[in-house]
């Protein structure tokens, strides 16, 4: 092969790998699976707090209540038709509920969107109570559509 059809075929394969990006149903499953790690990760730091085992820091909450709510609207995007196959604990149900799932997904966002607002004002206990109603709004949706470890 010459060195401009090695080129053209170089970029062909280029362009097809960017028309699919959105479009593979792995790169959902990668995307949601990323977007759930990360929101673990934040949530994780709140339970502690909330259940005492480390102490209460009302700056650190904010922060953890923040990404929360800047990341919960983009879980919907994550499961487009058709990503039900492959390396992911998402049940099929999800597809043929779409109603409900977005649905749930959108609880999430209103209460994580919530505490944010609420950890604005430094007062433990609301912020206690309200971390509940997101934890709440977690496991709404994972006992309906998510396999079990
Ligand atoms: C609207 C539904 C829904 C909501 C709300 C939801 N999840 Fe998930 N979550 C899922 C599904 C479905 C999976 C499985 C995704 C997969 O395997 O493709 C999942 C997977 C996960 C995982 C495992 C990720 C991995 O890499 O295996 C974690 C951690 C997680 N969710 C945390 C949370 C936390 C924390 C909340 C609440 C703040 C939350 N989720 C809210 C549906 C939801």
Not at 33 to 60: E, H, Q, R, S, Y
Not at 105 to 132: G, I
Request: hydrophobic share 40%; with cysteine; net charge neutral.
């Amino acid at each position: 092969m010459n060195k401009s059809r090695l080129l053209a075929a170089a970029s062909a394969l280029t362009l097809s790998a960017l028309a699919f990006a959105h479009g593979k149903p792995d790169d959902a499953i990668d995307y949601r699976m990323g977007l759930m790690t990360v929101i673990g990760w934040n949530i994780d730091p709140l339970g502690a707090m909330v259940k005492g085992k480390t102490p209460f820091d009302a700056a650190d909450f904010a922060k953890h209540a923040n990404r929360i709510a800047n990341l919960s609207d983009q879980i919907v995007e994550g499961f487009p038709k058709g990503s039900d196959q492959g390396h992911t604990d998402a049940k099929p149900d999800i597809w043929a509920n779409w109603d409900d799932f977005q649905s749930k997904a959108k609880d999430l966002d209103t209460q994580a969107k919530l505490l944010a607002e609420v950890a604005k004002a430094n007062d433990e206990a609301k912020d206690k109570e309200q971390f509940k109603k997101v934890a709440e709004t977690c496991k709404a949706c994972h006992d309906k559509y998510k396999k079990k470890d």
